[in-house]
């Protein structure tokens, strides 16, 4: 052996002693996971979910074809009452869409009370009773000169509304003005998509 190497038994005793509590403290740091800032997320329930079976036969085929049918449908639905643009119909998309529907939904209008007056009028004008009769036709003029002149209000409002917010728009007014009026005109309760502000409450422009 070298002359100056040094025997195995020269080792001090501290470093022999500290060697199993080392070789302990590495087994357990490989076994024990420090806690994060965050919890782990859970997985999806689709990724949870295993590969639905094929179907044994064609009837059971069709079963799930008309139930996967029935809940697009129900999705399809519900999107459009509460206004996601990815499944509103062509006529109801767009931010100016959405602006002139808000401003609509938040004030009350006189057309709501149309239809109604008229279900009264026409029920009115059966009476044989003369004074009765014409009563009834100044009541319905009365309430077509108030639907005009409050469309005429709503319309002028919508034109400052979408000149301040979207200046660039491509949308045609006119278009625009016929939405809102037949808009006016509907019960609220009927209206499609649902209203998604109460009335009242302040007009808050999407961006394009």
């Known amino acids: 052996m070298p002359l100056f190497s040094r025997k195995t038994t020269d080792v001090p ?3 022999s002693a500290s060697e199993p509590e080392g070789s302990e403290i590495v087994r357990a740091s490989r076994s024990y996971t420090p ?4 919890a782990t997320p859970k997985r999806t329930e689709a990724q949870r979910r295993k590969a ?3 179907p044994a036969n064609r009837r059971e085929a069709l079963k799930r074809a008309r139930e996967k049918s029935r ?3 129900a999705e399809s639905m519900a999107g459009m009452k509460a206004g996601d643009e990815r499944f509103l119909l062509p006529r109801d998309k767009g931010p100016e869409r959405r602006l002139v529907r808000d401003y609509v939904d938040s ?3 006189v057309g709501t009370w149309f239809f109604g007056g008229a279900f009264l ?3 009115l004008i059966q009476v044989r009773d003369p004074r ?5 036709n100044i009541i319905w003029l009365l309430l ?3 639907v005009i002149v409050d469309s005429f209000f709503i319309c002028r409002k919508i034109k400052k509304l979408i000149k301040a917010n979207y200046p660039k728009t491509t949308q045609r007014m006119g278009s625009l003005y016929m939405y809102a009026v037949m808009r006016g005109i509907t019960f609220r309760r009927m209206r499609m998509p649902n209203p998604q502000v109460k009335i009242g409450d302040p007009v808050v422009p999407t961006k394009a």
Not at 35 to 38: C, S
């Open 13 to 15: 005793a501290e470093a």
């Open 35 to 38: 806690a994060k800032g965050k």
């Open 52 to 54: 639905e079976p094929p």
């Open 71 to 73: 809940a697009d449908r």
């Open 107 to 109: 004030r009350r209008t």
């Open 121 to 123: 009028i026409f029920f």
């Open 132 to 136: 009765i009769a014409v009563a009834a």
């Open 144 to 146: 077509a000169l108030a």
